[in-house]
C-alpha cells in the first residue's frame, strides 16, 4: 500500500491551497480517508475525514467551514481543500486509510502518506 500526498507549499496567509493524496496497492473504495496534521513541536492532530462513499465527512473544529475534504473512488484520490490559511495551520499534512476504529484518532488508520509541508507566511 502507498499513499502518496502532495500540494502542499508556501502561501500567505488568508490563500488557499488543495492538497491530493493518491493511494495503490489497496481497494480504495473500502476505506475510511484522512487528514491529520503536525506542527512543529506538536502531536499529529486530527483534521478531517471522508468515510468510504464520500456521504459521511467529519472536520476538526478549528478547520471547520475553510476546509472541504472530498475523495475520487474511480481515481484513488482523496482531497483536502484548505481556504483562509492562517498561520496556525503550517504543519506536515498527512493522509491516512483506515477500515475500523474510529476516525477521529489516529490509532483508527492502518496506512499513512509521508506527509505535505504546508507553510503559512505574513
Known amino acids: 500500500v502507498q499513499l502518496q500526498a502532495s500540494g502542499g507549499g508556501l502561501v500567505q496567509a488568508g490563500g488557499s491551497l488543495r492538497l491530493s493524496c493518491a493511494a495503490s496497492?489497496?481497494?480504495?473504495?473500502?476505506?475510511?480517508m484522512g487528514w491529520f496534521r503536525q506542527a512543529p513541536g506538536n502531536e499529529r492532530e486530527f483534521v478531517s475525514f471522508?468515510?468510504?462513499?464520500?456521504?459521511?465527512?467529519d472536520y476538526a473544529d478549528s478547520v471547520k467551514g475553510r476546509f472541504t475534504i472530498s475523495r475520487d473512488n474511480a481515481k484513488n484520490t482523496v482531497f483536502l481543500q484548505i481556504n483562509s490559511l492562517n498561520f496556525e495551520d503550517t504543519a506536515v499534512y498527512y493522509c491516512a486509510a483506515g477500515l475500523g476504529g474510529y476516525g477521529r484518532r489516529w490509532d483508527g488508520y492502518d496506512y499513512w502518506g509521508q506527509g505535505t509541508l504546508v507553510t503559512v507566511s505574513s
Open positions: 496497492g489497496m481497494t480504495f473504495s473500502r476505506y475510511r
Open positions: 471522508v468515510g468510504w462513499s464520500g456521504a459521511l465527512m
